[in-house]
Antibody
Framework: EVQLLESGGGLVQPGGSLRLSCAASGFTFSTYAMSWVRQVPGKGLEWVSTISPSGTGTYYADSVKGRFTISRDNSKNTLYLQVSSLRAEDTAVYYC???????????????WGQGTLVTVSS | ETVLTQSPDTLSLSPGERATLSCRASQSVNSYLAWYQQKPGQAPRLLIYDASNRATGIPARFSGSGSGTDFTLTINSLEPEDFAVYYCQQRSNWPWTFGQGTKVEIK
């Protein structure tokens, strides 16, 4: 069974930083693209970032480009999102997601974690 | 950016009825469109990928169709557990985008 367990969220001041982590199990982590998707409570879904299975390819939404960095450690089956220069509008639940297709960066999200809440406020 | 527009915003139906949800893209996304279901307090769940393929464990009453810019999610004979918010999402063009969601509520 695929399991994705996010951690690292919390309350942070504007301009601050956090590192979100996602521990994956139940599948061969190194063969699937992974992504972060966020959702402001009560609002819709927003794709944030995707990383290729090997970690060599990354993509970002314009709203986070230059402030967020996605990475992965395939030896630890863990996905990361370093979030910096945080703004109030970054307040959201951040979901870790797994790609549905092996060995390609382009895939839909077939498994989701329970989410970790990031609150940016002074 | 590829904008996905879902309609209607809210669909009020009774159990046993058929739901037809629409997703229109501002440019072609080929068949690289997915549908997700989200219930309150839960993470989204993949229902349909690549326009018409049911994800693992998804009941046959859910079906997807379309290509290019116009897509449809059909739920035949709504079950009580199907009342939720549904999102479409494209992976054809960066940045990947979601529609704003359609809420299927009990009439």
């Amino acid at each position: 069974e695929v399991q994705l367990l996010e951690s690292g969220g919390g309350l942070v001041q504007p301009g601050g930083s956090l590192r979100l982590s996602c521990a994956a199990s139940g599948f061969t982590f190194s063969t699937y693209a992974m992504s972060w998707v966020r959702q402001v409570p009560g609002k819709g879904l927003e794709w944030v970032s995707t990383i290729s299975p090997s970690g060599t390819g990354t993509y970002y939404a314009d709203s986070v480009k230059g402030r967020f960095t996605i990475s992965r450690d395939n030896s630890k089956n863990t996905l990361y999102l370093q979030v910096s220069s945080l703004r109030a509008e970054d307040t959201a639940v951040y979901y870790c997601t797994k790609g549905h297709k092996m060995a390609t960066i382009s895939s839909h999200f077939d498994s989701w974690g329970q989410g970790t809440l990031v609150t940016v406020s002074s | 950016e590829t904008v996905l527009t879902q309609s209607p915003d809210t669909l009020s139906l009774s159990p046993g009825e058929r739901a037809t949800l629409s997703c229109r893209a501002s440019q072609s996304v080929n068949s690289y469109l997915a549908w997700y279901q989200q219930k309150p307090g839960q993470a989204p769940r993949l229902l349909i990928y690549d326009a018409s393929n049911r994800a693992t464990g998804i009941p046959a009453r859910f079906s997807g169709s379309g290509s290019g810019t116009d897509f449809t999610l059909t739920i035949n004979s709504l079950e009580p557990e199907d009342f939720a918010v549904y999102y479409c999402q494209q992976r054809s063009n960066w940045p990947w985008t979601f529609g704003q969601g359609t809420k299927v509520e009990i009439k």
